[in-house]
Nanobody, 124 residues
Framework: QVQLVESGGGLVQAGGSLRLSCAAS????????MGWFRQAPGKEREFVAA????????YYADSVKGRFTISRDNAKNMVYLQMNSLKPEDTAVYSC?????????????????WGQGTQVTVSS
């Protein structure tokens, strides 16, 4: 049974930082590209960042480029999202996802497994 469990969300002031973690189990973690998506109330799910299976390649949405960093530790079956210079518009539920594509995608349909998400709230 595949499980992705996010942690690290919370309430932070604008300009602050948070580090999200996603623990994966039940799959061969190094065989999966990993992504982070977010969904704000009343909005569609939005791509945030993705990382290739080896971690050599990373991809970011323009809205977070230069502020967020995705990384992974294949020995620990973990993927991380370091979020700096947070803005109120970053407020959303953040979910990690695992996909089998050789190149990490930016569309939800490219990911097979999903976590439940963790809430990030940025106050102004």
């Amino acid at each position: 049974q595949v499980q992705l469990v996010e942690s690290g969300g919370g309430l932070v002031q604008a300009g602050g930082s948070l580090r999200l973690s996603c623990a994966a189990s039940g799959l061969t973690f190094s065989s999966y590209a990993m992504g982070w998506f977010r969904q704000a109330p009343g909005k569609e799910r939005e791509f945030v960042a993705a990382i290739s299976r080896s971690g050599a390649r990373t991809y970011y949405a323009d809205s977070v480029k230069g502020r967020f960093t995705i990384s992974r530790d294949n020995a620990k079956n973990m993927v991380y999202l370091q979020m700096n210079s947070l803005k109120p518009e970053d407020t959303a539920v953040y979910s990690c996802a695992a996909g089998l594509g050789a190149i990490p995608g930016n569309r939800p349909a490219q990911y097979r497994y999903w976590g439940q998400g963790t809430q990030v709230t940025v106050s102004s």
